[in-house]
């Protein structure tokens, strides 16, 4: 059970734009920490997409944006692209542990 | 270029002990906190250790707690983690990376990974 809560997958089709959400709590999102979010794309290793809730590092393409509000975050993919077929994770941390790191569950996008 | 890569992988008995390294490169090891992040197969992402530029805090994710030990040499430009009264469900990928310059924050870059299975 992660502390920070993904759909375990959605899906759309080449062009279309779609959502992942990240919703966390009192403690965590609602308590003012930044999300980040990670694409892993099958057998490799995490990659950093999304930094300080909607910031691109550099290379990443603007078809992917990020936003927060209250206790939650959304990652938004429009455009939609077969090479975007991955697993999507948020990332925050946590005040009710020390220097908790919390993930969500993650997210297997599926490009039909 | 930024690159770490980690080794020490591989397969232990239940009890049993290992130590993971992480070599760094491209960029000022000694300004950053680094931390070890682990994904066991077919699941997601859980975070395991974090430890400070100099050393000087270290915090860990209670399931390892007492039995992992995160650390650094600043000078080698590498990171550790010692791994004891290993168990079937530390096996996983450990992913070694760097996680803010001032303050932890993102994860950015990961190694490659290297896995470790408990198994007898």
């Known amino acids: 059970q992660s502390v920070l809560t993904q759909p375990p997958s959605v899906s759309g089709a080449p062009g279309q734009r779609v959502t992942i959400s990240c919703t966390g709590s009192s403690s965590n999102i609602g308590a003012g920490y930044d999300v980040h979010w990670y694409q892993q794309l099958p057998g490799t290793a995490p990659k950093l997409l999304i930094s300080?809730?909607?910031n691109r590092p550099s290379g990443v393409p603007d078809r992917f944006s990020g936003s927060k509000s209250g206790t939650s975050a959304s990652l938004a993919i429009s455009g939609l692209r077969p090479e975007d077929e991955a697993d999507y994770y948020c990332q925050s941390y946590d005040s009710s542990l020390s220097y908790s790191v919390v993930f969500g569950g993650g997210t297997k996008l599926t490009v039909l | 270029e930024v690159q770490l890569v980690e080794s020490g992988g591989g397969l232990v008995q239940p009890g049993g002990s290992l130590r993971l390294s992480c070599a760094a490169s491209g960029f000022t090891f000694s300004s950053f906190w680094m931390s070890w992040v682990r994904q066991a197969p077919g699941t997601g992402l859980e975070w395991v250790a974090n430890?400070?530029?100099?050393?000087?805090?270290?915090y860990y994710v209670d399931s390892v707690k007492s039995r992992f030990t995160i650390s650094r040499d600043n000078a080698k430009k590498s990171l550790y983690l010692q791994m004891d009264s290993l168990r079937a469900e530390d096996t996983a990928v450990y992913y070694c990376t760097r996680a803010g310059y001032l303050t932890l924050n993102w994860f950015d870059p990961w190694g490659q990974g290297t896995l470790v299975t408990v198994s007898s």
């Open positions: 430890i400070k530029q100099d050393g000087s805090e270290k």
């Open positions: 300080g809730n909607n």
